[in-house]
């Protein structure tokens, strides 16, 4: 019978994932797999914020079971950027000195914004104030960039104002 990982609490997905882990080590030495398992974790600063010590025990659980083995490959992902660099790039614990590599994504410069504008929105600016504007207040970050193209048939400054002090659906 599958286990269920619904309703569970932080305790019983790490005890959940331990066990699997385990089971998924064997299959790969009986069956000499030569790819990489992947584990990718999404929106680890808030995971962490659900559970005390969660980078201590992911760490736990890849020493017990994976330090050393290279079929394995965890990916830790994360929008809180600081958190990520503090608490695990920087990290001084568990996950010390395990990163391989780093994604560094930056917000779009002034050329990449309005052409990501035209080419996932088709919306170009009136004139080079309203974009120079646009860039000024929202900057290159595209999801900021995408709630504003949702608003973009409202002239400039109504859709910057309900950009900024409308509540994000």
Known sequence: EKEKLADTTWEDFFSFLSKTMDNLHIAIQ???LAREIVYFFDEVP??????????NRLAAIWEKNFNGKR???????GSAASWMIQEIVNATGGLN????????????IYREMTEY?????????QNEKDAVKAYMCIG?????LDFYAEKEALL??????????????
Do not use: W
């Open 117 to 125: 504008l035209k080419k996932k929105y088709d919306l170009t600016f």
């Open 30 to 32: 009986q069956n000499n």
């Open 71 to 77: 079929k394995h490959l965890f990916i830790l992902c």
């Open 46 to 55: 808030f995971a962490a914020e659900q559970t005390n010590n969660f980078a």
């Open 156 to 169: 400039f400054n109504q859709s910057i104002s309900k950009l900024m002090f409308e509540e994000f659906k």
């Open 140 to 144: 290159g970050v595209a999801k900021y």
């Open 97 to 108: 000195s395990r990163c391989r590599h780093k994604i560094p994504l930056r917000p779009f």
